[in-house]
Nanobody, 121 residues
Framework: QVQLVESGGGLVQAGGSLILSCAASGDTSRIVAIGWYRQAPGKQRDSVATFISAGNTNYADSVNGRFTISRDNAKDTAYLQMNSMKPGDTAVYYC???????????????WGQGTQVTVSS
């Protein structure tokens, strides 16, 4: 089992910055990748950024160059630094981590409770 707790959401003006944190606990040694998704009202939940290992990260095109994901292994915490924020970044942000389990190594996802991020114009 892996537990994820997010923090750091809030209200920010367009052009501003915000940093989200995701503290993982439990069987964190099994985590293959950790990342962030977001879901705006009436829209599907989409991947924003994923951290697999140092130098191996992925970003959605919409945030590439503005957001940076990192992970502090000693603290079992992932961070999402968000810069040059836009109203379109407004959403509930969810921390996600997945492990592989079972005979065939199937992906199993864990989710945080979500944190609201609102960018005002």
């Amino acid at each position: 089992q892996v537990q994820l707790v997010e923090s750091g959401g809030g209200l920010v003006q367009a052009g501003g910055s915000l940093i989200l944190s995701c503290a993982a606990s439990g069987d964190t040694s099994r985590i293959v990748a950790i990342g962030w998704y977001r879901q705006a009202p009436g829209k599907q939940r989409d991947s924003v950024a994923t951290f697999i290992s140092a130098g191996n990260t992925n970003y959605a095109d919409s945030v590439n160059g503005r957001f940076t994901i990192s992970r502090d292994n000693a603290k079992d915490t992932a961070y999402l630094q968000m810069n040059s924020m836009k109203p379109g970044d407004t959403a509930v942000y969810y921390c996600n981590a997945y492990i592989l389990r079972g005979t065939f190594g199937s992906r199993y996802d864990y989710w945080g409770q979500g944190t609201q991020v609102t960018v005002s114009s």
